[in-house]
């Protein structure tokens, strides 16, 4: 994310605003790629069983409420309580 600091950059000149997009894209896709690993390793630990609970999250350490919903379509859903973090629907 963009802060004041960068913002000023940018306008002055200083810095290109596409550094930043490739950072955030960089972000998002480790994001992407941690919310895998979690329906890789919750999901198929279910079997077709409704699940909720909470697990450190992998990317900040703080609390990642996870959902499956094993009964109807084996879906996986999982909110970071850090904003901007982890938040998937499967």
């Known amino acids: 994310m963009m802060n004041a600091r960068d913002v000023r950059a940018v306008l002055d000149g200083d810095k290109d605003v ?6 955030a894209m960089r972000k998002m896709m ?19 069983e409704d ?17 499956v919903v094993g009964s109807y379509n084996g879906h996986t859903h999982g909110r970071c309580s850090t904003p901007h973090c982890l938040n998937w629907s499967q």
């Open 18 to 23: 596409g550094d930043f997009m490739d950072e």
């Open 51 to 67: 699940w909720q609970g909470v697990i450190e999250c992998p990317a900040c350490g703080k609390d990642l409420h996870v959902c």
């Open 30 to 48: 480790e994001y992407v790629g941690e919310a895998f690993k979690i329906i890789e390793s919750v999901n198929p630990a279910r079997k077709g």
